[in-house]
């Protein structure tokens, strides 16, 4: 039957030919949900699972007439969804940089842990700072350069501290993509990648209930429907443990983090309605006992010591519309905000800081999409009113003085559009253009371009380029030790002196796969941005409390990574080069996410239907630091909550950023997982023992750089070896 829509995995993937014919490519070993829609038929929803690289056939019928489709034949070169696949789109395009991590992904973060923080820091160009994966750099950007979208809608500060788990529930997500090069014109409002987190779909009739405890938290998620298919829902959450606990005399220190996403699917109006929500709470304090008063003033709270504290929200929905032609509509509305409350007490007087961002936002998007390529426009309107107040206590503790207050709230709106197209069999071509214009701002325009040139039916080559520009900068210092750990934003919209920052980026990747089941990539970068916000090279502390400068920097990086996906073994291996430098005036430095080079690999083992084991090693160059005041100690894995115990704060010294560098960095780590079929009160399901070991070889690596009295410099070192046992459930 020709006119057939096919979805994957919640995305629309393909639809048949002339005489029914499609193919669906390039899936990950595991549970994989197909959805076929055709006027006139009732849609059809199956359940295919791949259980190693051969192709697979199915079999379907649409009513009200019986039609046996053509062979689905499904090809999964890398069983264990390693970054190393680049999905396929349906007109057979390849974007540059950009990596799915696919379904079934939380089983196979054994060694690092379930984690989307740690899953992304396993893709090329995408890195963490230190022991954790709290700051992730893509491609040489900030932290705050970087876009996350939970089904499609924007959400801010989704990490929490130290080595603790990120803000997103990781049951909840089905699959991630990730675009660390040329993006496609529908995404805009960031320099460095963009990061799609989507939901897992919900049970069609029934429901599952599934978690998760561990030694640092516990996690839970209820999938199911209601009113047939018509109505589904997920409600995922985490928690760690509360944990207030005291070192030394009257002295106090509390973690507190709690992570909540919600999503439920109504059949509506032709389509598909997603109402989606998220919310995340983090609270870290390390102050004296008395600081707790709440009749305290401001100066005697700034006084008392240093806290944190970060929230984050965002609710929305999304309908969605497929046709039997290939179109396709889109119409999403939203609200996404966070707030942070820091108070710092550096050497010389205390600050209190308070930071908040709010986006509302619109969008439509309407596009058809085929064999021979694909074309889509559509618009934007988001208004993002953010607010930074800066409170600065004098040396002798008693005057509390507002130095920074700036409030802006642009209006900006944006048009784009996209086509891709099949001039002959070897070349797909795509071509965007997105432009953006805010009150006081100049029009901004961003021409996106890559091609793919098929070489042979196992080997392409990608070439890309592009710009793109981002309204929202962060204040926060990420070359201060306290600012790798927490990796919060402190957003602040463009206007006064904070321009517009923007980035271009050229790239080209080759991936060769053999018919052995081996995979050879090649993916390389070249990026350049200017009017980016630099806290780092005015003031050695946490966050800007006076002024801001503005500077430019440059990236640059190749990865040469290869992926051998066999029935019982996976194995991966990748080498890295990069640079990544800022400057602002006549000065320059490289920032703290750079590693010169960079070793990683690891390989997962099945052993048996109900068995696996998985090794990872990463070693490279140290990364630049600056060096902290004395004083300063970080106890990593103090905690039961594995979040670590900071003493001290860690204000950088004065003169030049990043002069000095960390030693080498090796890490060794190692995971089993062992799979338990259970009946219960008449429900069967399943539960999952988990043995983790971080650092094997025992050898914690420095993240830091702390000076000692007489001059001398003293390593902060990271996590030593540790054994976390995890027990998981699913009925």
């Known amino acids: 039957m020709p006119g057939v829509r096919v979805e994957v995995d919640g995305l629309p993937r393909t639809a048949t030919d002339s005489l029914g014919r499609y193919t669906v490519s390039t899936l990950g070993v595991g549970s994989h949900e197909l959805r076929f829609f055709r006027t006139g038929y009732a849609p059809r929803a199956i359940s295919a699972l791949l259980t190693d690289a051969s192709d697979i056939t199915i079999d379907i019928e649409l009513s009200p007439s019986v039609v046996l489709l053509p062979t689905i034949s499904v090809s999964a070169p890398n069983p264990r969804g390693t970054p190393l696949d680049w999905p396929t789109s349906a007109d057979g395009s390849h974007e540059l940089g950009r990596y799915r991590i696919g379904q079934g992904w939380q089983a196979n973060m054994l060694s690092q842990g379930v984690d989307v923080q740690k899953a992304l820091a396993t893709v090329p160009g995408v890195v963490g700072r230190g022991e954790d994966a709290t700051s992730l750099s893509i491609r040489g950007g900030g932290s705050a350069d970087n876009l996350v979208l939970l089904d499609g809608l924007p959400i801010y500060g989704a990490s929490h501290f130290g080595n603790a788990s990120s803000a997103i529930v990781p049951d ?290 990608d070439l890309g380029a592009g710009r793109t520009h981002q309204t929202l900068q962060s204040m926060l210092n990420e070359e201060n030790l306290l600012g790798t750990l927490i990796g919060i934003e402190l957003p602040q919209a463009a206007g006064g002196n904070l321009p517009t920052a923007s980035a271009d980026q050229f790239g080209v990747g080759v991936e060769h796969r053999l018919r052995n089941g081996l995979t050879v990539t090649l993916d390389s970068y070249l990026r350049r941005w200017n009017g980016v916000a630099l806290p780092a090279g005015t003031t050695g502390g946490l966050f800007v409390g006076d002024s801001l400068l503005i500077g430019r920097g440059h990236a640059s990086g190749v990865v040469l990574g290869a992926a051998y996906a066999g029935h019982a073994l996976a194995a991966h291996a990748s080498v890295s080069l990069a640079r990544s430098v800022r400057a602002y ?104 023992t988990t043995l983790r070991i971080r650092n094997l070889l025992n050898t914690p690596n420095g993240i830091g750089l702390a000076s000692q009295t007489g001059g001398s410099l003293r390593i902060v070192r990271g996590a030593p070896r540790t054994v976390t046992l995890e027990l998981g459930w699913i009925f």
């Open 172 to 461: 909840a997500i089905s699959f991630m993509d990730v675009h660390t090069g040329v993006s496609s014109a529908r995404f805009g409002g960031r320099l460095s990648g963009v990061v799609e987190l989507e939901t897992a779909d919900s049970e069609g009739s029934g429901g599952t209930f599934g978690g998760a405890v561990s030694g640092s938290d516990v996690r839970g998620l209820v999938r199911g429907s209601v009113a047939g298919p018509r109505v589904s829902y997920l409600f995922g959450a985490r928690t760690s443990f509360g944990n207030p606990w005291q070192v030394g005399d009257g002295f106090k220190q509390d973690a507190r983090y709690r992570d909540f996403i919600g999503v439920v699917r109504i059949a509506a109006a032709g389509g598909s309605l997603r109402l989606v929500s998220f919310l995340s709470g983090n609270q870290l304090g390390l102050q004296s006992a008395s600081a707790d008063d709440a009749t305290l003033s401001t100066a005697a709270r700034l006084a008392a010591g240093t806290t944190l504290g970060w929230s984050s929200s965002t609710v929305g929905a999304t309908w969605t519309r497929l046709a039997s032609d290939g179109g396709e509509a889109r119409l999403r509305a939203w609200y996404a905000g966070a707030g942070s409350v820091i108070s710092w007490v550096p050497t010389g007087g205390a600050a209190e800081l308070q930071s908040n961002v709010s986006e509302v936002g619109l969008s439509a998007e309407v596009g058809h999409e085929s064999a021979h390529g694909s074309r889509f426009f559509g618009a934007s309107l988001v208004r993002p009113a953010t607010s930074y107040w800066a409170t600065q206590l004098s040396t002798d503790s008693t005057v509390a003085t507002r130095t920074t207050a700036t409030v802006v709230s642009p209006v900006v709106g944006s048009l784009f559009a996209e086509w891709s197209w099949r001039p002959n069999t070897r070349i797909v071509g795509r071509a965007g253009l997105r432009g953006n214009a805010s009150a006081g701002n100049a029009f901004n325009l961003e021409p996106r371009f890559d091609v793919t040139v098929r070489l042979s039916s196992t080997t392409h080559v």
């Open 585 to 688: 005036g006549g000065q320059e430095y490289h920032a703290g996410i750079e590693r010169p080079w960079t070793v990683a690999g690891g390989f997962d083992y099945r052993l048996g239907r109900r068995m696996a084991a998985q090794f990872s090693l990463t070693t490279g160059a140290g990364e630049p630091s600056s060096v902290t005041t004395t004083g300063v100690e970080w106890l990593p894995d103090h905690l039961p909550t594995l979040t670590g115990e900071l003493s001290g704060t860690p204000v950088n010294q004065a003169g030049p950023v990043n002069l000095e560098r960390l030693p080498g960095y090796t890490r060794v780590d190692m995971g089993v997982r062992r799979n338990w079929p259970v009946g219960l009160a008449g429900l069967h399901g399943a539960l999952s």
